[in-house]
């Protein structure tokens, strides 16, 4: 019996507590979005809508946004679909969906259609969150890729797969100096296929692997298409 009185007033100590700690102020939108930082045209082009779930993006003189929340305008099927994975600020300074137009190019643009484009990102930033801003790919050696291991915190952590360079500096937990996994700054094909962490294994080459092995790897690459960014991709020299 003592031990139940004591149960029940610890419950309702506790509860007391919960009750009366102030919750944490809910996620802004920004928070909410999905923040894809830094982002090559290339991976930009996978959020065009195909993918129901990723994000949507398009960028607009290089800031990116996500205007997931704006799908049926964007998305498949949208009066604005054509812009949606794009740099499109010729696009919206123009006034015009033709794909010609679907670029950053804004060299010919007359006054008065570069103020249709402020205008533009005036209403963007005011609805959507920005999500990260648009950058040339980047195209490492090995050596320059071993840079990204996470061991400089000023350089986000890299990984390469058949050549193409991941940004997995959101698993920083996983990839980075104290993570689990030693992939970081390495190109790491055979490793992933044969489910491998031996940092022996963070090579290349695939010769010899059997079916199984190898589709393995394509799952790997698969699942990293979804969750991290291409960057660039890894140069001989």
């Not at 990723?54 to 799908?71: E, H, M, Q």
């Not at 812009?83 to 950053?104: H, I, N, Q």
């Not at 058949?162 to 700054?185: E, I, K, L, M």
């Amino acid at each position: 019996t003592t031990a139940l009185a004591v149960f029940a007033l610890t419950t309702l100590v506790l509860s007391l507590q919960a009750a009366l700690t102030p919750r944490p102020p809910p996620p802004s939108p920004e928070e909410e979005a999905g923040k894809c930082g830094d982002i090559t045209p290339a991976a930009l082009a996978r959020h065009g809508g195909a993918d129901p779930y990723k994000p949507l993006y398009l960028a607009i003189r290089g800031t990116v946004y996500d205007v997931s929340r704006g799908r049926s305008f964007y998305g498949p099927g949208g009066g604005y679909a054509a812009l949606a994975g794009k740099e499109c600020a010729r696009a919206l300074a123009k006034m015009s969906l033709k794909p010609e137009d679907v670029s950053g190019d804004l060299a010919d643009c007359s006054p008065s259609q570069l103020a249709t484009l402020e205008e533009w990102e005036v209403k963007l930033r005011g609805k959507y969150p920005v999500a990260g801003r648009l950058v040339d790919p980047v195209s490492l050696t090995l050596g320059e890729l071993a840079a990204h291991d996470g061991s400089d915190p000023g350089k986000p952590i890299y990984l390469a797969i058949q050549g193409t360079v991941y940004d997995v500096s959101s698993g920083r937990q996983f990839y980075g100096p104290d993570g689990v996994y030693p992939f970081a700054g390495r190109e790491c094909a055979r490793a992933f296929a044969l489910v491998s962490t031996d940092a022996a294994d963070c090579v290349a080459d695939v010769s010899g692997l059997g079916p199984m092995e190898m589709e393995s790897l394509r799952d790997w690459r698969a699942k990293f298409d979804f969750k991290y960014p291409v960057v660039g991709s890894v140069r001989e020299g």
